[in-house]
């Protein structure tokens, strides 16, 4: 199948690695990755914080750019929630490529559970609230992380809550932001997890900076990082 | 305390942040806070979960209440003849100045100087014990809670529990000292506190020959009132006097018995967590020999009508303040509702408040006070899309400052115009220009092969004050597949 990357503006100028893990893992499957240069942003940030008139420029030009593809493939549940559920909204009528965030693609369109990885360390995930209210990606991740070979997983307690990031949230309420964060750190290290996934680098950046503030020994990775992960060319 | 408050918002609220830090730094507070919410979500849940046709219940609440919102004004005429032929008298306030001079006029026709209050939202919103006491005359409030929070000159934090942000022990320690004929030695028992309370409150029922209150819902096709409630506390003011005042919002109204039937369903399970509530007083007018025999009901607009003119902004008058949202709301969990400067705390009170009382500070700040993260329209029972909501209340702050030049404006633009363009946004990557500013610190253990930034300049200043940053990476991701990415 021939699918086209999504990457979003954050990946592609923070978290290159969660790219090259995406293209890496849906290559190893047999697929085809193409990565529309003209791409940027989905306005998510604009949109969320007021600014809807910047941020209609953003879902013209990523409709221009995905159209025509059969699939697309996103590694961010906020910035997928935000094309499929927001994008009709913010310009009517645009004609909308499919777009699937990363563990849908896996699970639904190409049907795999099992994507052959090899990852051995203790994971916990955290599902994101636009993964788990906004697009309902249920279980998919953490069957997915289930059939990775030497993973073990580790329950999250309190895993629905919110992590505190909310885009500009973070900075505009950072003292409620950093208290949610840090609540939801200390359930993380209660697990004693080396590895903290999810399916959004942003929440992940959050959660990830209390940690290195705070020492502790904890790696935070997207989930397409441990998928994409094999004996011979660990992550 | 009790002398700051004006309606709806408390005067002189700061932005939400800043009175969120106070509230941030009190740690029983957090405590009492995690507690009770955590509790109230439990029972919630499994109530919920015991009906299989929850998802349908909610789909006719949000229906009706709709509904009911695109012809209010007719349904209102509806009430009034009904409530009218019934032998009530209507009148219309369309704000809380109105609204409060005519309760104050009507008490003091009575010659009374004490009311007793049911619990009720609409006369918080307006200032109402503040306005009978500039007149001489006293408001009880019978609410437990309720009286809690009047006895210790507190606000209420909480549509539905007001003294949420107090446990037993502060109670306990608050009725020694305030409630006459406490017990010398009274304990942090349950049972005894409510025990002094209840002594304490019959007297004033006895009393009392003016009740106050507001109401759940009103069924326009009777001209019917009804009130929920746990204690049998708002049955006793709603049966023993004489004259009964209810102020009511507009919006109160839904057409039919069998609407109610619906609401009467979503509304115990999503608040107290209980299938049913204990009590259910439902009123039609006065019934000679029978309960208050003059009864009067003040409509409350105070804002409604404008929200209902907004088309996304108007879902928040469907709401039947069960407060689910605030016990799920992970924001209010941890700063609890007085820092939402009005009577209306959690994610509600952010997209009501700010429609409400458009002009307050607080209410500019409100619209922000979320993450988006949706867990308040997962339970809400009337379906309020609230992240929705917020966003557009965003949009219209933004908007209202369109032309006024800001730092957080400026980088907005900065980022729309650099994200406007994939060869800008390229640049952008540069990592040179993004690491020249920034200082480095040790590796990372969170993000191997990257090192730790631990300050940031500028408005980033507020996220580096608890959290590191990675340092950025070598190349961007665009920069890797124009050089062997696409190759490979
Ligand atoms: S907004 Fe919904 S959940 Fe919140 S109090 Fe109103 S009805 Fe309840």
């Given at each position: 199948m021939r699918i086209a990357l999504f990457l979003t503006c954050v990946n592609d100028?923070?978290?290159?690695?969660?790219?090259?893990?995406?293209?890496?893992?849906?290559?190893?499957?047999?697929?085809?990755?193409v990565f529309p240069e003209e791409q940027t942003c989905c306005?998510?940030?604009?949109?969320?914080?007021?600014?809807?008139?910047?941020?209609?420029?953003?879902?013209?030009?990523?409709?221009?750019?995905?159209?025509?593809?059969?699939?697309?493939?996103?590694?961010?549940?906020?910035?997928?929630?935000?094309?499929?559920?927001?994008?009709?909204?913010?310009?009517?009528?645009?004609?909308?490529?499919?777009?699937?965030?990363?563990?849908?693609?896996?699970?639904?369109?190409?049907?795999?559970?099992?994507?052959?990885?090899?990852?051995?360390?203790?994971?916990?995930?955290?599902?994101?609230?636009?993964?788990?209210?906004?697009?309902?990606?249920?279980?998919?991740?953490?069957?997915?992380?289930?059939?990775?070979?030497?993973?073990e997983l580790l329950e999250l307690p309190g895993a629905e809550e919110c992590c505190g990031f909310g885009g500009t949230f973070a900075m505009k309420n950072a003292g409620v932001s950093a208290a949610m964060g840090a609540d939801k750190a200390a359930n993380v290290r209660r697990t004693g997890a080396a590895v903290?996934?999810?399916?959004?680098?942003?929440?992940?950046?959050?959660?990830g900076g209390g940690l290195s503030r705070d020492g502790a020994p904890v790696r935070v990775m997207h989930l397409a990082e441990i998928l994409a992960s094999t004996e011979e060319d660990p992550a | 305390m009790?002398?700051?408050?004006?309606?709806?918002?408390?005067?002189?609220?700061?932005?939400?942040?800043?009175?969120?830090?106070?509230?941030?730094?009190?740690?029983?507070?957090?405590?009492?806070?995690?507690?009770?919410?955590?509790?109230?979500?439990?029972?919630?849940?499994?109530?919920?979960?015991?009906?299989?046709?929850?998802?349908?219940?909610?789909?006719?609440?949000?229906?009706?209440?709709?509904?009911?919102?695109?012809?209010?004004?007719?349904?209102?005429?509806?009430?009034?003849?009904?409530?009218?032929?019934?032998?009530?008298?209507?009148?219309?306030?369309?704000?809380?100045?109105?609204?409060?001079?005519?309760?104050?006029?009507?008490?003091?026709?009575?010659?009374?100087?004490?009311?007793?209050?049911?619990?009720?939202?609409?006369?918080?919103?307006?200032?109402?014990?503040?306005?009978?006491?500039?007149?001489?005359?006293?408001?009880?409030?019978?609410?437990?809670?309720?009286?809690?929070?009047?006895?210790?000159?507190?606000?209420?934090?909480?549509?539905?529990?007001?003294?949420?942000?107090?446990?037993?022990?502060?109670?306990?320690?608050?009725?020694?000292?305030?409630?006459?004929?406490?017990?010398?030695?009274?304990t942090d028992d349950p049972a005894a506190l409510a025990e002094v309370a209840r002594r304490y409150l019959r007297e004033r029922f006895l009393a009392a020959r003016v009740a106050i209150s507001g109401a759940n819902f009103m069924v326009a096709e009777t001209g019917t009132l009804v009130v929920l409630e746990s204690e049998g506390n708002g049955r006793m003011c709603l049966t023993l006097p004489e004259t009964l005042i209810s102020v009511v919002g507009i919006e109160k109204t839904i057409p039919t018995w069998r609407d109610l039937e619906v609401f009467l369903q979503l509304l115990p399970r999503s608040s107290t967590g209980e299938r049913m509530n204990p009590?259910?007083?439902?009123?039609?007018?006065?019934?000679?020999?029978?309960?208050?025999?003059?009864?009067?009901?003040?409509?409350?607009?105070?804002?409604?009508?404008?929200?209902?003119?907004?088309?996304?902004?108007?879902?928040?008058?469907?709401?039947?303040?069960?407060?689910?949202?605030?016990?799920?709301?992970?924001?209010?969990?941890?700063?609890?509702?007085?820092?939402?400067?009005?009577?209306?705390?959690?994610?509600?009170?952010?997209?009501?408040?700010?429609?409400?009382?458009?002009?307050?500070?607080?209410?500019?700040?409100?619209?922000f006070a979320s993450s988006l993260c949706g867990a308040c329209y997962e339970v809400c029972p009337v379906k309020i899309d609230i992240p929705r909501a917020l966003i557009h209340l965003r949009e219209k702050a933004v908007d209202a400052k369109r032309g006024h030049p800001s730092a957080e404006r400026a980088a907005m633009k900065l980022a729309a115009w650099t994200l406007g363009n994939p060869r800008r946004l390229s640049a952008a990557q540069n990592v040179a220009s993004l690491t020249a500013r920034l200082p480095l610190g040790r590796p990372s253990r969170t993000w191997p092969g990257r090192r730790r930034i631990k300050r940031l300049p500028g408005p980033g200043r507020a996220w580096s004050r608890t959290r590191d940053v990675p340092s950025p990476p070598p190349q961007s991701f665009r920069r890797w597949w124009r050089e062997e990415g696409e190759e490979q």
């Open positions: 100028t923070m978290f290159p690695g969660t790219g090259k893990a995406v293209v890496k893992l849906l290559r190893r499957l047999g697929h085809t990755v306005g998510q940030m604009h949109l969320n914080s007021g600014y809807r008139r910047e941020c209609e420029p953003l879902v013209r030009s990523f409709a221009a750019t995905f159209a025509g593809f059969d699939a697309v493939v996103v590694p961010s549940a906020s910035c997928a929630g935000m094309i499929r559920e927001l994008h009709p909204e913010v310009v009517p009528g645009l004609a909308a490529p499919p777009v699937h965030e990363l563990t849908e693609l896996l699970v639904d369109v190409l049907g795999v559970e099992d994507v052959g990885a090899y990852f051995p360390h203790t994971v916990t995930y955290h599902p994101t609230c636009h993964s788990l209210r906004m697009l309902g990606l249920g279980d998919r991740p953490t069957r997915l992380l289930r059939a990775v070979r030497g993973l903290l996934a999810a399916a959004d680098n942003s929440c992940l950046v959050h959660l | 009790s002398g700051e408050r004006t309606d709806v918002v408390w005067l002189g609220s700061p932005a939400f942040p800043k009175a969120a830090e106070k509230a941030l730094a009190d740690d029983r507070l957090r405590g009492n806070l995690r507690n009770a919410t955590t509790t109230i979500r439990g029972k919630r849940a499994r109530v919920v979960g015991e009906r299989p046709d929850w998802a349908e219940l909610r789909d006719a609440g949000a229906a009706i209440k709709d509904a009911t919102l695109a012809d209010l004004a007719g349904h209102l005429e509806r009430l009034e003849a009904e409530v009218t032929a019934a032998g009530g008298t209507v009148h219309w306030a369309r704000d809380a100045a109105e609204a409060n001079r005519i309760v104050t006029g009507l008490v003091k026709a009575t010659g009374e100087t004490e009311v007793v209050k049911v619990k009720s939202m609409a006369t918080q919103e307006i200032g109402l014990n503040e306005a009978l006491a500039a007149e001489g005359v006293t408001a009880h409030e019978t609410d437990l809670a309720e009286l809690i929070v009047q006895l210790a000159d507190d606000r209420p934090s909480h549509i539905l529990v007001p003294a949420i942000h107090r446990n037993r022990a502060e109670i306990r320690e608050l009725f020694a000292r305030q409630v006459p004929g406490a017990p010398a030695d009274l009590y259910t007083t439902v009123w039609t007018g006065v019934t000679p020999g029978d309960g208050p025999q003059d009864f009067h009901l003040v409509l409350l607009d105070n804002g409604r009508t404008e929200a209902l003119a907004d088309e996304i902004g108007r879902s928040a008058l469907r709401c039947i303040r069960c407060s689910a949202c605030l016990n799920v709301c992970p924001v209010y969990e941890r700063t609890g509702g007085h820092a939402y400067g009005s009577v209306y705390p959690g994610p509600i009170g952010a997209i009501l408040t700010p429609q409400l009382r458009p002009d307050e500070e607080v209410s500019a700040s409100l619209p």
